[in-house]
């Protein structure tokens, strides 16, 4: 099993910056990419940004060049590293992790108003 667990939303103003977490654990050494979603109202959930095990990183085209999304091995972490942000990115923001099963944290809200 693995859990995880985010980290890091709030309140922002446009054009600020936002940090989030999710903090893995259990058997995280089969977790083979990670990544981040999120969900406004009324919307579906869409994949904002993954990292594999490898490194291999891709982002949603809205997000490109905005986000950054890193991982720490050694804290067993995956940062979601957020700039510029905008009232679209308002949302609650999932952490995935992918074994042979896809883990979900219980999300983190992200609030981008003036």
Do not use: H
């Not at 990544?35 to 940004?49: D, H, I, N, S, T």
């Not at 957020?82 to 679209?88: A, C, D, I, T, V």
Request: charged share 15%.
């Amino acid at each position: 099993q693995v859990q995880l667990v985010e980290s890091g939303g709030g309140l922002v103003q446009p054009g600020e910056s936002l940090t989030l977490s999710c903090l893995a654990s259990g058997t995280i050494e089969k977790i083979y990419a990670t990544a981040w979603y999120r969900q406004a109202p009324g919307k579906q959930r869409e994949l904002v940004a993954r990292i594999t095990s490898g490194g291999m990183v891709n982002y949603a085209d809205s997000v490109q060049g905005r986000f950054t999304i890193s991982r720490d091995t050694a804290k067993n972490t995956v940062t979601l590293q957020m700039n510029s942000l905008k009232p679209e990115d308002t949302a609650v923001y999932y952490c995935q992790a992918t074994t042979t099963i896809d883990w979900w944290g219980q999300g983190t809200q992200v609030t981008v108003s003036s």
